[in-house]
């Protein structure tokens, strides 16, 4: 499982160096990098199920620790699917935009067209949806991003908690075995007691038989 955990770690890492080629990749070549960026996406997905199966074949005592760090993969690569999808989206909006406007400059108008400032109105009106559509997109993956902040924190502090709570149960288990061993040792001391009393009663018994 380590020698999985470390490969798929490293690909995480690789695809966030990744990240940063979209953002400078030109037209032609952008589509390239969100197709190889996918494809190491999809095979980190894969190498998550498989370390799924195998931390739940660890031995008990370090299965607990194993799924917390497939979990934690798992959230950084959901993560980077996110990113992906969000840069996909405004890059499809944008184009669209540039066609919209090479459309609108491509047109040619004249003096005697009757029809010159209906299409120039539809396509402002339709201009201006696409960019409040945008503005709304944009909003909503801001949301998205505050909540998976916050989820983020959430699970920080509920690891916090669940390592607190397993070193209260190590003590727990820990005070019930010296419970054990007392009451034990009680059990023993109350039979050495019994004994020791019929053993005196037998001693007194003889000595009161030999002098008389």
Same mark, same amino acid.
């Given at each position: 499982m380590e020698a999985l955990y470390h490969q798929t770690n490293k690909q995480v890492h690789e695809v966030q160096s990744y990240m940063g080629r979209l953002e400078t990749s030109d037209k032609q070549s952008v589509h390239?990098?969100?197709?190889?960026?996918?494809?190491?996406?999809?095979?980190?997905?894969?190498?998550?199920?498989?370390?799924?199966?195998?931390?739940?074949?660890?031995?008990p005592n370090k299965r607990q620790n194993a799924r917390l760090r497939v979990d934690q993969l798992k959230y950084d690569?959901?993560?980077?699917? =996110?990113a992906l999808r969000n840069f996909q989206h405004r890059r499809y909006i944008r184009e669209q935009q540039e066609r919209q406007r090479e459309e609108l400059l491509a047109r040619t108008f004249t003096t005697n067209d009757s029809d010159t400032t209906i299409p120039i109105d539809e396509t402002l009106q339709f201009n201006e949806s696409l960019q409040n559509a945008h503005r709304g997109m944009d909003d909503l993956i801001g949301s998205g991003t505050n909540i998976l902040q916050g989820l983020r924190d959430q699970r920080v502090t509920l690891k916090?908690?669940?390592?607190?709570?397993?070193?209260?149960?190590?003590?727990?288990?820990?005070?019930?075995?010296?419970?054990?061993?007392?009451?034990?040792?009680?059990?023993?001391?109350?039979?050495?007691?019994?004994?020791?009393?019929?053993?005196?009663?037998?001693?007194?018994?003889?000595?009161?038989?030999?002098? =008389?």
């Open positions: 390239l990098v969100e197709n190889e960026i996918q494809a190491r996406i999809d095979n980190i997905f894969s190498n998550l199920e498989r370390l799924e199966i195998l931390s739940s074949k660890e031995p690569v959901q993560h980077l699917q =996110t916090g908690t669940h390592k607190k709570i397993l070193d209260v149960a190590n003590m727990l288990g820990l005070s019930n075995t010296v419970m054990r061993l007392i009451e034990k040792r009680a059990f023993q001391d109350k039979y050495f007691m019994i004994g020791g009393m019929i053993l005196t009663c037998v001693i007194m018994f003889l000595v009161v038989q030999y002098l =008389t």
